[in-house]
Every structure is written in C-alpha cells, then in structure tokens.
C-alpha cells in the first residue's frame, strides 16, 4: 500500500484536487490511517498543507484511535477547503457518479442528515465521490474526494467510525465525474411515505444552498457563479423522504443525463 513517507510517518492524500500531508507521530496509527485512506493516497507534494495526527495515549485503546481518527477526518476536509477556496465551488454534499459517463449527483444536505447513508445504499456499481464535500469547477467537472466514510455507531454521543469506501464494497470514479445534478435532501417523511421532489426556485435555491457552501465568498462574483452552475445542471430539486433507497429513481435519472 503506497503513499507513506518512509522514516518520516507521513502520507498524503488527493482531496478535492488538493494535496495534503498526514504527518503522523504515532506509528500505532500508521496502519488504520493507511487502511482508512486508501482511496485516496496520492504522490508526496512538498507544498501540501500539513495536518498532525495526535498521538494515542496509554494502551491506544480501539475507541480512542476511532475518535481521532474521526477528527483528523475533519482537519483533512479543512486544510482541502483551504487550498480550493476560490477555486471551486465547493457544497456540503455526498456524490455518486456513473461509471461510464461520469455524471455525478450531488446530495446537498447538512451534517447528520442521511448522506453517508445514501451513499453506502445507493453506492455499488456507481463512482464514491464523496460523502462530505462535492468540489465543482466552472466547467462542471469534480474534484473527487474518496475519503474514508465517516459511519454514526448506534450509540448516541459515539465517535463516528472512519471506514475505507472499498471496505464498503464502494469504487473510486472510474472516469472523470462531473456534475448533471443536484438535490437538497430532507429526510422528513414518516415511515411509509411516497419520496416527493420539488422543484425549488432559483432564488429561494440560493438562500437554501448559501449555508451549505464552503469559502462561497472566496469565488469570483459568487452568486452569479453558483446561479449559472444551477442553471446548466437544470436548478435545484428538494427531495423529501424517509429511506434512502427510495432515492433510487432519482439517482438513475440524473445520471442517466449526457452532457
């Protein structure tokens, strides 16, 4: 398994076309960190930001590596945002992509709301793009970031486990993805409901969408950007339902698009 730094603990990872370095001072967390971002270990870049891996204290009990492992998930996200802020257009969002073509849908949605599971159910046979943050170029093309999954135990105040997506029986793109749709999710239906999808106005699209953007200000006339990406994917859907396999017929649809 490539992309650690040898004698240095350091491996670095592709996210959202950024590099950046994993500097790793305990060697106890070498393995799982190697294990956990395999899909996304790249090159070594001498500019790359830097993030630092705590060390384990004590034994290095299994539960206290998953719970920094889970925060240096996080800081990864950050120093990646960082280096793309003005760069691209950058959303809150999960993404699955076809393996043929490359459209990719973004589920738009905040933190805890059902995208890492509508990835893991809706996933196989498709491109993992991510499950956290979905990074467009003015052109449409993404920037992947096939970090490790970030799994909720059933135990509530748990840390989130950090499992590799090829663990999950995920594949990273096979071709290169770029976006044919975008929805905002709303997991608010009770069991047994039918899935609703509503088109959302192009204003109101804007005010939705504004909070679950990253570094929005950094980008070159940003309402006129993020207006003119909605425009040529088609606007912004809002999708209520309850399970995430409803979504299916959803997910089929956008990317069955050609550009």
């Known amino acids: 398994m490539s992309g650690a730094d040898e004698g240095w603990h350091r491996i670095h990872v592709s996210a959202l076309g950024a590099t950046v370095a994993i500097e790793v001072p305990d060697e106890r967390l070498l393995d799982p960190l190697l294990h956990a971002w395999e899909a996304c270990l790249t090159g070594a870049d001498p ?3 830097v993030v630092v891996a705590p060390s384990l204290s004590g034994d290095g009990l299994a539960d206290a590596a998953t719970s920094l492992l889970s925060g240096l998930t996080q800081q990864v996200t950050y120093a990646a945002i960082g280096a793309r802020a003005g760069e691209l257009l950058m959303f809150h969002a999960g993404g699955l992509s076809h393996q043929t073509t490359g459209a990719t849908i973004a589920f738009v949605a905040p933190g805890g709301t059902g995208k890492t599971t509508l990835v893991r159910t809706l996933g196989p046979g498709r491109g993992y793009v991510s499950d956290e943050t979905v990074g467009v170029a003015a052109d449409g093309s ?10 909720r135990r059933p135990e509530p105040g748990e840390p989130k486990d950090e499992i590799s997506p090829l663990a999950l029986g995920l594949d990273v793109p096979a071709v290169a993805p770029w976006l044919a749709g975008m929805v905002m999710l709303r997991r608010d239906l009770p069991p047994g409901h039918d899935v609703t999808v509503e088109h959302v106005d192009p204003l109101d699209a804007l005010v939705e969408l504004g909070p679950e953007t990253s570094s929005l200000a950094a980008v070159d006339r940003p309402l006129h950007a993020l207006s003119g990406l909605l425009a040529a994917v088609g606007g912004l859907r809002r999708v209520r339902y309850h399970d995430a396999v409803q979504l299916q017929p959803v997910v089929h649809e956008v990317l069955e698009r050609t550009r």
Do not use: G, M, R
């Open 142 to 151: 993404i920037e992947p970031y096939c970090k490790p999954l970030s799994v």
């Open 47 to 49: 500019d790359a930001p």
